[in-house]
């Protein structure tokens, strides 16, 4: 879905809270959509049903449980989703690997969501974070994101349909 710089200046974008997230369990394609259309406000941020298998294939997240997929696979697929176009996947292996020395699904999501929100809002900078390689490393991937999307939306919006990304 393409949005507008005057779009991105209007909206708040809203990332669904760890607790917002269903866990009663989505199959695949409910899984896709409602990623979607969580980030449907974030330009050019889709998921596909083929990534979602990917990632689990590539053992990024968790299989499904009976083919249905819950909060601590969905959050990090969120998280996957907002960061593919700055981070490789090697990157966002080594990234859960450690969150999981340290922090939960919920914990690292919340984190994550909340500054991430902050900060392509407009309502704050990245913070500058030495103690914590984590959330360093964190604030460091949103920065490169929303400097992302805001680049992207002023290309469209500089250049029409003849900017492809």
């Known amino acids: 879905m393409k949005k507008t710089k005057e779009t991105l200046n209007e909206k708040q974008i809203h990332l669904p809270t760890y607790k917002e997230i269903p866990n009663v369990g989505l199959y695949l394609d409910q899984t896709s959509k ?62 859960f690997r450690l969150r999981k020395e340290s922090y939960s699904t919920e914990e690292a999501y919340t984190y994550f969501s909340k500054r991430f929100e902050a900060v392509m809002n407009d309502n704050e900078a990245p913070k500058k974070i030495e103690d914590d390689l984590l959330k360093g490393l964190l604030e460091k ?25």
Request: aromatic share 6%; net charge positive; charged share 20%.
């Open 34 to 95: 409602y990623i979607n259309e969580a980030l449907s406000e974030v330009p050019d941020c889709v998921i596909t049903n083929s990534m979602i298998s990917n990632y689990i294939k590539k053992k990024l997240i968790a299989n499904p449980i009976k083919k249905q997929y819950g909060r601590d696979q969905i959050a990090p697929l969120i998280f996957i989703a907002l960061t593919k176009s700055a981070l490789s996947l090697e990157d966002v292996a080594n990234i």
């Open 141 to 165: 991937i949103i920065s490169t994101i929303v400097s992302n999307i805001r680049l992207h939306d002023l290309l469209a919006k500089s250049f029409g349909n003849e900017i492809k990304k």
